[in-house]
C-alpha cells in the first residue's frame, strides 16, 4: 500500500483543478505527465488507464478513478485530515455531493455547449435545462458565501474556484458580484498562488 498518488496531468487542462486539490490536501503525489498536442493520451498505454483518452486520472492504494468529480470526492476523502470533506453523517455532506456532481453533469456540459453555440435543445431533453437555469443555481449557490458550504472551505471550492476563474477568463461566464468575490477569495489561496507561481 502507497499512500503517494500517481497523478496523470496535462498543463494546462482540466486536471489543473485536481493539481490544486492535490495541494490543497498536502497529498503526497507524483506526475505521470501527458503532451496532449502530441497525443499522448491516445496512445495504447494511457487508453489502458482512461480509455476515454482524457486527463485527470489518478491511482492510488490500488484505485484507479477517472473523472474530475469522481477524483474530487475520493481524494478530499482518502485524506480526510486535511478537513475538506465533510464526513458521512455530517448534514453538509449531502450539498458538498451535490455541488461537487452538478459541476460535471450541470455547469460543464451547458457552460462548454454556449460556448460552442449549440443551443441546448428542449429543455425536457437537456441534462441541465438551459444555462440561464444552470447560472442562476451557480448563483443561488454562491450567494450565503463566503464558500459552497457557507463558513466552511471544501474541496467543493476547490473545485468551483478553479473553474470560474478558468471558465471566466475565457468570457463565458456573466459578469456577477457574488461570482467576482468568490474569485478573489480563490485568488487568495496559498495553494493558488503557488501553483501560479511554479507556472
Ligand atoms: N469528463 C472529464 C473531462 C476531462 C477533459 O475534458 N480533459 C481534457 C483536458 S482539458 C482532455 O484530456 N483532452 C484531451 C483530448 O480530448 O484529446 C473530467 O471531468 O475529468
Same mark, same amino acid.
Given at each position: 500500500m502507497s499512500d503517494v498518488v500517481t497523478f496523470y496531468h496535462a498543463e494546462p487542462s482540466r486536471s489543473s483543478m485536481t493539481r490544486l486539490l492535490l495541494e490543497e490536501l498536502g497529498a503526497p503525489y507524483e506526475i505521470e505527465r501527458l503532451d496532449l498536442k502530441a497525443g499522448d493520451q491516445l496512445k495504447p498505454d494511457y487508453l489502458a488507464i482512461n480509455p476515454m483518452g482524457k486527463v485527470p486520472a489518478i491511482r492510488h492504494d490500488g484505485a484507479l478513478v477517472t473523472e474530475t468529480a469522481a477524483i474530487f470526492i475520493y481524494l478530499a476523502d482518502a485524506f480526510a485530515q486535511a478537513g475538506l470533506a465533510p464526513a458521512i453523517g455530517d448534514p453538509q455532506r449531502g450539498p458538498y455531493l451535490r455541488w461537487i456532481v452538478f459541476y460535471a453533469a450541470c455547469f460543464e456540459p451547458a457552460i462548454v455547449e454556449k460556448a460552442r453555440k449549440i443551443a441546448p435543445g428542449p429543455r425536457a431533453m437537456s441534462p441541465y435545462a438551459d444555462f440561464d437555469t444552470v447560472w442562476s443555481a451557480v448563483l443561488t449557490m454562491l450567494? $450565503?458565501? $463566503?464558500y459552497v458550504l457557507g463558513e466552511r472551505f471544501s474541496a467543493a471550492d476547490v473545485l468551483w474556484g478553479a473553474a470560474l476563474s478558468w471558465m471566466t477568463s475565457f468570457g463565458l461566464c456573466p459578469p456577477a458580484s457574488e461570482v467576482e468575490a468568490y474569485l478573489a477569495r480563490h485568488a487568495a489561496r496559498p495553494a493558488v498562488r503557488r501553483l501560479a507561481q511554479a507556472g
Open positions: 450567494k $450565503p458565501g $463566503p
